[in-house]
């Protein structure tokens, strides 16, 4: 086995904490399972069908007898990030907390699919930022659409609710989306299909070694 870091987490105010190194490091854990372990991060408007398109590659690279796991934005809203709202500071700590959570699933030796919202550019380099520190790949994907397609799309009806006055603080609306300026990859779900999209990011994820032998 090779040796693990006895470096942990940087962020946090707990006082006297200890980061609990163990036996089996993350190369350990990659190798068994034959993948190497990252963070896909999946960012857009609503509706421009960033969720769709990770349970789509979710549903393929476990057909391959990959470990993934998706993290939806929705979804943790139930539990872990219940109790924040949508300001820019509830925003900024759903952020921050689901990046810590990926940290945790790919030291683990999972391939995470990340699907959030994630309007401000500063939250989504956070989580990349973590990601670096502990030698972690982390991708983001731009899953771009048109404002007036997303709108059209309104799977949730949001876009309604908002241009109503019935939801403030709505990203495209009037709140600002802060698009990726170097993402790993930008995919136009106006032009491509889910499957399409899918196979962009699967064919990305193979070119980059995430498939392959792990370590």
């Known amino acids: 086995m090779s040796e693990t870091s006895s470096s942990g987490p940087q962020r946090g105010t ?38 769709t398109v990770a349970v789509e590659l979710e549903r393929r690279l476990a057909e391959a007898g990959r470990l993934c796991y998706r993290l939806d934005g929705d979804n943790l809203r139930h539990g872990l990030n ?24 790919v030291d683990a030796g999972v391939i995470v699919l990340a699907s959030f919202v994630s309007p401000f550019r500063a939250d989504r380099d956070q989580v990349r930022s973590l990601h670096d520190a502990a030698d972690m790949p982390f991708s983001e994907v731009h899953v771009h659409v048109p404002l007036e397609v997303a709108e059209a799309r309104d799977p949730k009806g949001l876009y309604a ?44 994820l ?4 995430w498939l392959g032998a792990g370590g």
């Open 14 to 51: 707990s006082s006297n904490v200890v980061w609990h190194g163990g036996e089996i490091a993350r190369a350990d854990r990659e190798r068994r399972l034959g993948q190497r372990a990252g963070t896909v991060w999946f960012t857009g408007l609503s509706g421009s069908g960033k969720s």
């Open 82 to 105: 219940g109790d924040l709202g949508f300001s820019e500071a509830d925003r900024a700590e759903n952020i921050r907390r689901t990046g810590e959570v990926c940290r945790l699933l």
């Open 161 to 204: 609710k908002a241009r109503a006055g019935e939801i403030s603080g709505f990203t495209g609306i009037d709140q600002p989306y802060e698009a990726p300026e170097t993402p790993e990859l930008r995919i136009d779900t106006s032009t491509h299909s889910v499957g399409e999209a899918a196979g962009l990011v699967e064919a990305y």
């Open 206 to 209: 193979q070119r980059s070694g």
